[in-house]
């Protein structure tokens, strides 16, 4: 019996725990190396199909731009699938936008699996991961359903194991233009490239020896190498990063920002007796009106990775 409408899908957000800038390529793309990590800050989305073909979106919550991730995503797939069917999508939006959490790329993902479900398609992961990443950098690694070593412009993928873990993220009102922290003159693109044994050799070294949050800044391997430029862009950027930095002793900038997030420990630091988030008990207040603010589970998976093989 085919299928009617999918519910109450979700779309987590990402951090990127480091983020090198390796090089540029003749097409103006940048060449990336990062840790990619999901966590449980999500949208949800509701997919029902329709037997005219047309695609129409429905914002639940924040009204969306008229042609997002969502809409292209769908769109793409029943272009390449010669599909007839088409879907309404609504989203409740939950994830802030211009914050380099990935919400909209991850909406995506989660709009091309559950396409590929709802509309019968049966497209194997592969396939799907080189539609996602002509819509977007980031799309393949939700697709990809991991954390992840990503590299190129983040269409390779490499799985990686790491504990699981809380994050504090906060991210101040203002948004910011990816296209603008990347044209600017204080990026610079050439980091050494380093190679996956390397990073898990070291990630492995940290686990062993890890020191608390609040005894080092060197929690996070790496750096990230779009800070400076955001920093420039948006004084927020540094503010949120020290407010964080000050609570948990350590701090970084996620994508190209404005969100920021430290790394918070493990279950123990992960709620109050009252069941509240620390970042809200601890630092509300201290924070612009409009800012934003979560306690995060990190997840080793995807909820929808076991939806294509």
């Not at 920093?231 to 948990?248: G, K, M, S, T």
Request: charged share 20%; net charge negative.
């Amino acid at each position: 019996m085919s299928l009617h409408a999918l519910y109450d899908l979700p779309a987590p957000a990402k951090l990127n725990l480091f983020l090198h800038v390796t090089g540029r390529r003749d097409d103006g793309y940048h060449l990336l190396q990062s840790v990619f990590t999901l966590i449980n800050w999500q949208d949800t989305l509701h997919l029902e199909r329709r037997s005219d073909g047309r695609i129409q979106r429905h914002d639940l919550g924040p009204a969306l731009p008229a042609e997002d991730l969502c809409l292209r995503a769908a769109r793409a797939l029943q272009q390449a699938s010669g599909c007839t069917l088409g879907v309404d999508i609504a989203i409740d939006k939950q994830v802030p936008w211009g914050a380099g959490l990935g919400g909209g790329s991850s909406d995506a993902a989660t709009v091309l699996l559950g396409l590929n479900r709802l509309w019968d398609l049966r497209w194997p992961r592969e396939r799907l991961l080189a539609l996602g990443a002509t819509l977007g950098a980031d799309v393949p690694f939700f697709l990809g359903g991991h954390t992840a070593f990503v590299e190129g412009i983040g269409e390779i993928l490499t799985p990686i194991d790491l504990p699981e873990n809380r994050w504090a993220v906060l991210k101040p009102a203002a948004g910011l233009p990816t296209q603008r922290i990347f044209s600017s003159e204080l990026l610079t693109r050439d980091t050494k490239p380093v190679k996956v044994a390397g990073l898990l050799a070291e990630l492995q070294r940290q686990s062993e020896t890890r020191q608390t949050a609040e005894e080092s800044n060197e929690t996070f391997w790496g750096r990230n190498d779009l800070q400076a430029a955001a920093e420039a862009l948006c004084p927020d950027v540094q503010q949120a990063a020290r407010l964080l930095a000050e609570r948990f002793g350590n701090s970084r900038m996620t994508g190209s920002g404005s969100a920021v997030f430290a790394d918070a420990g493990g279950d123990d630091a992960s709620e109050t007796d009252a069941g509240t988030s620390p970042v809200a008990t601890l630092l509300e207040g201290s924070w612009p009106e409009g800012w934003v603010g979560r306690m995060c589970r990190g997840l080793a998976n995807h909820p929808l990775k076991d939806w294509v093989n």
